[in-house]
């Protein structure tokens, strides 16, 4: 190629001419001495190329157009110089002209090969000019087909391949196929650009579409919990897939209300499929519990995770915080430590998931079937846990009456001097809250505890004393005020608490417990007997106070009164060894020597590895020698 003032260079081409786009111009008018000429321009490329295509078109700095004459005249240097002088291009109010030319002959035809820059742009319609004169205009439109914009093979390669695998179902593919027609900025000039647009969105609705059906059917589905877990799990990394990797990158540049939409869509599933997880989180965790509503009371495991189990519900920092997740589970460390050994600590952890995932949901702690297994196990179990986690479990329910009624039916029985201490320290909130006890008080109370805690006891006994002045009806602060006079054996002032916190609650066990430490440490039998006789008489007929009467009563030589208590207490609870020691202590100071053997023997057989039972059995046979005259006399035992 060349400019038009370069002499013309003659190709002599044999091809037929295959041009997509062509329009017809006159170039002269009709005269006297001429006739009209018209001249045939069709879009073409550079070396005039058959079947040429976008690639061919897009290659170098201008695009071309033939020019062939119509009729029996040729086109001469003279006609070509004159047809680039003229002619020019329009399109949307610009003007373009030919920079270059060639002759080329096709058919024995010859016609002229001129290039414009590449400044109009071939994908809009143009219109080509031929001034004929000064009044006289010859013009043409023409539009160029989109087969030969640039990019249309390329594109529409990605579009037939994209279109194909959305149309084989492969949305996934054809997603990400597609998107990348849908970012190229020279693919949006073509007329399948919003069919591939379209489609794109469609494949990533249709991704999204296939993975709620899979969440539906794995829902559905009748498998265990554990199978369902690892559906969900790979659902979890589907969809976050979809959403990161899928979805996500092509949200802005799509830039589509129905992609937000799935974006919003895709991101609830998340959360569907988090209750879905817990649910069989919680099916896998009851499951793998079960054992717990079907075992006996002789198992030993069973009777160790239920022990474990009262420690950690009677604990006052859950059942004060049951539906937060501030509280804790406090457990004596032989207790934790057997659970390790015996392998069911994993077990007691679940059993505590289930039970508080069982608060929230259905708003009662225990299921049904543990307690009826509970209950038909309980005249084997050591302590009344039956009645125990009845008593929290209304009490974190609100029913304050049913719970405290479940208090003092577990402390007939009850043994454990830990579980009686949280019990009753449960029974004064829920006196508390009976009573309406004043607010502020019971802030101060707690402010004063928060102090203890964090090791400032002077501070935490003044929160206290607080308390008590603001609220004089405050049982319990009486009594932690004493405990903390104890803790100092400091006992007179000690003594007046412990009263007071009796006088206010007559059925404050613990009290009354207590008392009997501070009596017993100074041996004052007398007032130690007063005190817990008055606790029988205040309507606690309790084991801890029939044994603890019995050795009172075992102090002041009233033997036949010790020994009915200890009867007492055992009736209420037979599984506990030391009652089986005072007693047998009790027959052997009343000179009751078979029957001490009898109830000594029976506590060794209740726990054959404490030594008490023995050494006792091993002072009666010494008793027995003194009668036979073969030994020193044996004092009493207290």
């Given at each position: ?7 013309a ?18 170039v002269?008018?009709?005269t ?63 003007v ?8 080329v002959?096709s058919?024995?035809?010859m016609?002229i090969?001129i ?34 914009w ?25 997603a ?20 591939a647009?379209?489609?794109c ?45 899928v ?6 540049v799509?830039?589509d ?18 209750n ?50 501030k ?23 679940i ?23 509970l ?5 084997q179990l050591?302590?009344?846990?039956y009645e ?7 009490y ?35 006196f ?6 004043e ?17 400032d ?7 206290i ?22 803790s ?43 005190v ?7 309507g ?21 009164k ?7 207490a ?29 109830v ?28 036979n ?10």
């Amino acid at each position: 190629m060349r400019k038009s003032t370069i002499v013309a260079l003659f190709l002599i081409l044999s091809t037929t001419w295959v041009f997509s786009q062509s329009l017809t111009l006159k170039v002269r008018e009709k005269t006297l001495l001429r006739g009209e000429r018209y001249v045939t321009i069709s879009f073409t490329v550079e070396n005039v190329k058959k079947d040429f295509t976008d690639v061919d078109v897009s290659k170098g700095a201008y695009y071309y157009f033939f020019c062939t004459p119509e009729g029996d005249w040729k086109i001469d240097e003279e006609f070509a110089k004159e047809l680039t002088g003229k002619i020019l291009i329009q399109q949307g109010g610009n003007v373009f002209y030919p920079e270059i030319y060639d002759f080329v002959t096709s058919d024995g035809k010859m016609g002229i090969v001129i290039g414009f820059e590449k400044k109009f742009k071939l994908e809009k319609p143009f219109t080509i000019v031929y001034p004929i004169s000064e009044k006289v205009v010859s013009r043409g439109d023409m539009s160029v087909p989109e087969n030969l914009w640039e990019g249309y093979s390329k594109a529409i390669a990605k579009y037939q391949e994209g279109v194909k695998l959305y149309s084989g179902g492969d949305y996934s593919a054809s997603a990400n196929v597609l998107f990348e027609l849908v970012t190229d900025e020279m693919a949006k000039k073509f007329s399948f650009y919003k069919d591939a647009r379209e489609k794109c969105i469609k494949s990533l609705d249709n991704i999204l579409i296939d993975l709620v059906d899979k969440f539906n059917l794995v829902v559905s589905a009748s498998m265990e919990p554990e199978d369902k877990l690892k559906e969900y799990d790979s659902l979890k990394v589907k969809f976050q897939n979809y959403v990161n990797n899928v979805l996500t990158p092509k949200v802005n540049v799509l830039a589509d209300t129905a992609v937000f939409a799935m974006l919003s869509r895709a991101n609830s599933y998340f959360e569907k499929i988090e209750n879905e997880i817990k649910a069989e989180k919680y099916r896998l965790d009851v499951k793998s519990i079960g054992w717990l509503n079907t075992e006996g009371g002789e198992n030993f495991r069973y009777r160790l995770v239920i022990s474990a189990l009262a420690y950690a519900f009677t604990s006052e920092s859950f059942w004060n915080n049951p539906d937060t997740t501030k509280f804790e589970f406090v457990l004596p460390d032989t207790v934790l430590a057997n659970l390790k050994v015996f392998g069911v600590e994993k077990d007691y952890e679940i059993f505590q998931r289930v039970c508080i995932s069982n608060l929230k949901t259905k708003g009662t702690l225990f299921d049904e079937k543990f307690l009826v297994n509970l209950l038909n196990n309980s005249k084997q179990l050591p302590e009344p846990y039956y009645e125990i986690f009845l008593a929290v479990d209304n009490y974190v329910r609100g029913n304050y009456t049913e719970s405290k009624n479940y208090i003092f039916k577990a402390l007939k029985s009850l043994t454990d001097r830990e579980l009686i201490r949280r019990l009753e320290i449960l029974r004064s909130m829920i006196f508390v809250k009976e009573k309406n006890l004043e607010s502020e008080a019971i802030a101060f109370y707690r402010d004063g505890l928060d102090k203890f805690s964090k090791g400032d006891k002077t501070g935490g006994l003044d929160a206290i004393r607080r308390a008590i002045l603001l609220e004089p009806r405050f049982p319990l602060a009486n009594y932690t005020i004493a405990e903390i006079y104890l803790s100092d054996n400091d006992f007179y002032p000690a003594i007046i608490y412990l009263t007071k916190a009796i006088s206010l609650d007559s059925n404050f066990v613990l009290a009354y417990e207590r008392l009997f430490d501070v009596y017993k440490a100074q041996g004052n039998w007398a007032d130690s007997r007063t005190v817990l006789e008055s606790a029988l008489s205040s309507g606690n007929d309790f084991w801890i106070i029939r044994t603890l009467l019995g050795y009172v009563y075992n102090e002041l030589k009233l033997y036949d009164k010790a020994i009915e208590s200890l009867n007492r207490a055992i009736s209420y609870n037979p599984f506990n060894y030391e009652q089986y020691v005072y007693l047998g202590i009790v027959y052997a100071n009343a000179g009751k020597i078979s029957e001490a053997e009898s109830v000594l023997k029976k506590a060794a057989e209740i726990n054959p590895d404490r030594k008490e039972a023995y050494e006792e059995l091993k002072r009666i046979q010494e008793l027995k020698e003194l009668k036979n005259g073969k030994r020193e006399e044996v004092k009493p035992k207290r």
